[in-house]
């Protein structure tokens, strides 16, 4: 993994939320940190309301993560634009994020409970 990245188990339960609905929660959620950025906390899919959830065209490309692919939440005062991502297939040694996804929480609310 690179120097600079850490993935852990997210301690306690996590909820995401947009316009006041809630997307998904999970006590199985993964902490990311990246040097000096705040941690970002990916969810599992299936513990995310993937019917919120559409893919947009929409990439990033990440030098230690690979690809991400973006997703636009329908949210009940409409939709949020490449609000989410995931690593489809992310970069060895970063394998533990495949099959989850990451909000913006500038966007949406991600939130301890």
């Known amino acids: 993994m690179a120097d600079h990245i850490t993935i852990r ?9 947009a316009g006041g609905a809630v997307l998904g929660e999970s006590s199985n959620a993964l ?13 599992p ?11 947009t065209p929409s990439t990033t490309r990440c030098s230690h993560k690979g690809t991400a692919t ?11 634009v490449d609000a989410a991502w995931s690593y489809e297939e992310p970069l060895d040694p970063l394998s533990a994020i495949a099959g989850h996804i990451a909000f913006h929480s500038d966007q949406v609310a991600v939130e301890k409970f």
Do not use: C, H, N
């Open 9 to 17: 188990k997210a301690s306690g339960r996590w909820v995401v939320r």
């Open 31 to 43: 902490e990311l940190a990246e040097g000096p950025y705040p941690p970002v906390i990916y969810f």
């Open 70 to 80: 973006y997703f636009t939440v329908a949210g009940l005062d409409g939709d949020i």
């Open 45 to 55: 899919r299936e513990d995310i309301g993937m019917s919120f959830l559409d893919q």
